[in-house]
């Protein structure tokens, strides 16, 4: 017999079985996600402040922000607008000069200076004459036997919550690492550890760095352990469904294959070739596929899924294809029966009369109810999601003969998504466009240039070329519509007597084709969109397109929009219309100006707006790490994965 497992780590202990931490504190502590003793320990210092050297105060700026130290000399509240309105005023000395603190309608600011404290404070000067700050973060340095925790070196300052002081915060999180730090043990994969500090150590360094430089080694360190922790659960999740599945026979004998090939018009491109040899190992292999299938736009996944889905009809299984949208189901249909009927194969369409144009696996709506499923095919484009991978994910989990299942997308994933958020798929990438297509070549402009733009669209058209323009409506408001109806009126006139059409979210499926399909036999000159258009549509005579509004997009959505033009052998042309005054969103749209590659912009993406917006809002998935940077630690991922898989 032997005890009921426990958390018997002194660290799992609940912060108010801390000597100092009543109902209260504890009650503060957790607004701010600390409820263990190990959760205190690993809580993230803000910013750190360099007590040993401070600017004198004749020496601050207006540029930066510093630490200064000075005695009260002054203090005072004063009122106005009948006593609705006050301000709060300290003034510090230093020797050197004095400076203004100024507190704005914070009256209680008043009981927590006295005239002869000394004071520690951070901030950028707003004024110089005098020196003034206006709501400078300010610590009073208490006399006492924990001076030393909180004056003369490199002090943390972590974020709070109501109520919570900084330097009460500080002093518990010492004595707590005094007391603890032999209780943190190091996680089993320490032996491939030896360029780092122990976890022991950086979670010292984390919090009492002896040099600034301390801190980022620290980082690394724990946000390794994170991302070991994470990996464990990946790759063992994936050996249980192995263990749990057997795969359904569908590796196919070529002879569909063969006569498609032939008949394609193409030769597949080396990378398409390399990806095919993937599945096909998969398809044969032991455990169903799990296979995500990445390739820019216009790289030519969906031959490939029709290869893929050859394989398991020779085998004499059937295949589901998923679409997000209407308009892509059916023209994946469109190739799917012109690729396949010849061949004997039938093909369906199957289409919801839902509302939403958002297709979206739930657990009802199971692709394995379909008889004899040998093959999953999702087409998920940019909307490929965690919350759609987990539902998948479950399908068909534990029963023998579960579907293979490819998921196809076009969002270019940086490593470190793919090797977190998705480390439980395989993942294969076609890296390479089928040759002879046209550059695309992409301006950014500001909005009074669109005259000029205009007279460059009209001179396409006469050419006899298509052309997109696009508003930035994600959501269907009727606020929106109106404004892309408005819009479309503007638009006729701006450009008669050519034809333009109109595409947005709230028209019902038929309209939509009837929209899609006047366009794509050049009935309809320009296609005026909602983001709609972002998804798999294909007409390669459209070589211009036009974005409005185009700092409203996120990089990586844009790059999809821009993947509808290029798909002809002519150079395409994509102007983003933007008049956005701050210098990050002018130089965010830069990007697109100079790279056309993908995963270049995925990465800047991920950098500039992080993983959870790159994906979509709806990525509630994105796992939150304290100390692990998805836009940075890319080394440190692929580190984490190899030390997962020695212990496991
Ligand atoms: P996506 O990866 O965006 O789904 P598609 O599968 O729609 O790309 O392919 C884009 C276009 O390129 C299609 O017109 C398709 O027929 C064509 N295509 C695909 N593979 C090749 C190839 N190997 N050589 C030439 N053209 C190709
Ligand atoms: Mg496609």
Redesign the pocket.
């Known amino acids: 017999m032997s005890p009921p497992e426990t958390n018997t780590s002194p660290l799992a202990a609940p912060v108010s079985s801390l000597w100092g931490v009543g109902a209260e504190r504890a009650a503060q502590l957790a607004r701010l996600g600390v409820h263990t003793i190990e959760d205190l320990l690993l809580h993230r210092p803000r910013r750190y402040e360099d007590r040993r050297h401070f600017r004198k105060i004749a020496e601050l700026t207006k540029e930066e922000a510093f630490t200064a130290r000075g005695t009260i000399v002054v203090q005072g509240l004063k009122r106005f607008h009948g006593g609705k309105g006050s301000v709060f005023e300290i003034v510090l000395d230093d020797g050197s000069g004095r400076l203004h603190c100024r507190w704005w309608n914070l009256p209680f600011m008043e009981k927590y200076f006295a005239v002869g404290d000394e004071v520690f404070v951070f901030g950028k000067l707003k004024e110089t004459k005098p020196r003034t700050m206006d709501h400078p973060e300010t610590e009073v340095i208490e006399p006492g036997e924990e001076g030393f925790i909180h004056i003369n070196r490199i002090a943390p300052v972590y974020p709070l919550t109501e109520g919570l002081p900084q330097r009460w915060l500080r002093g518990l999180i010492w004595r707590t690492l005094e007391k603890f730090e032999a209780q943190i043990t190091e996680p089993a994969i320490a032996p491939g550890l030896k360029t780092f500090p122990t976890r022991a150590n950086a979670v010292r360094m984390t919090h009492f760095p002896e040099e600034l430089t301390d801190v980022e080694i620290a980082r690394q360190r724990l946000a390794l352990d994170e991302f070991v922790a994470l990996q464990i659960q990946i790759q063992s999740r994936r050996k249980n469904f192995e263990a749990r599945t057997k795969a359904l026979p569908c590796g196919g004998d070529n002879r569909l294959m063969k006569p498609f090939l032939a008949q394609l ?5 080396e990378a ?1 070739a390399k990806v095919l040899r993937e599945i096909r190992a998969d398809m044969g292999g032991a455990h169903p596929m799990r296979r995500l299938l990445q ?11 029709a290869c893929t889905a050859l394989m398991a009809l020779e085998s004499g299984f059937n295949v589901a294809l998923m679409a997000p949208t209407e308009i892509l189901a059916e023209q994946h249909f469109r190739n799917f029966q012109k690729w396949f009927v010849p061949l004997g194969i039938k093909v369906e369409l199957q289409t919801g009369s839902r509302k939403s144009d958002e297709w979206r696996v739930t657990s009802d709506e199971a692709p394995v109810s379909f008889a004899n499923l040998g093959l999953v095919i999702v ?1 998920e ?1 940019h909307r490929f999601g965690v919350s759609q991978r987990a539902a998948l994910r479950g399908k068909g989990e534990g029963q023998p003969g579960s579907p293979h299942l490819l998921v ?1 997308t ?1 969002t270019p994933i940086p490593r470190t998504l793919g090797l977190t958020l998705y480390g439980d798929l395989d993942v294969s990438v ?1 890296d390479e466009l ?3 297509r046209g550059e695309i070549k992409t301006f950014v402009r500001p909005a009074d240039k669109l005259p000029k733009v205009w007279g460059f669209i009209r001179e396409k058209l006469a050419g006899g070329r298509q052309a997109y323009v696009v508003y930035p409506r994600v959501e269907a408001t009727d606020k929106d519509i109106k404004a892309v109806m408005a819009e479309f009126e503007n638009l006729q006139k701006q450009l008669a007597p050519f034809r333009v059409g109109l595409l947005h979210g709230r028209l019902k499926g038929a309209e939509k084709e009837r929209a899609m399909a006047e366009f794509r036999a050049n009935r309809v000159n320009v296609l005026l969109a909602t983001s709609l258009i972002e998804v ?1 549509v ?1 007409v ?1 005579n459209a070589t211009v397109m036009l974005i409005e509004n185009a700092e409203h997009f996120g990089l990586a959505q844009l790059h999809q929009l821009r ?1 509808r033009i290029g ?1 002809g052998t002519d150079e395409s042309f994509c102007i983003l219309i933007s008049d956005a005054k701050n210098a990050a969103a002018q130089s965010r749209l830069k990007i697109l100006e100079e790279t056309n590659d993908g995963f270049q912009i995925a990465e800047a993406d991920l950098k500039l707006r992080g993983p959870g917006e790159l994906l979509g809002r709806e990525q509630s998935g994105v796992p939150k790490f304290r100390f692990g940077d998805l836009a940075e630690d890319l080394e440190l991922v692929r580190q984490s994965r190899d030390l997962a898989a020695r212990v496991l």
């Open positions: 018009g193409f030769k597949l491109t398409q390739g820019d736009v216009g790289a030519g996944k969906t031959a490939v899924a087409d484009q196809m076009a076609i089928p040759g002879s798999g294909d390669p993947g798909r």
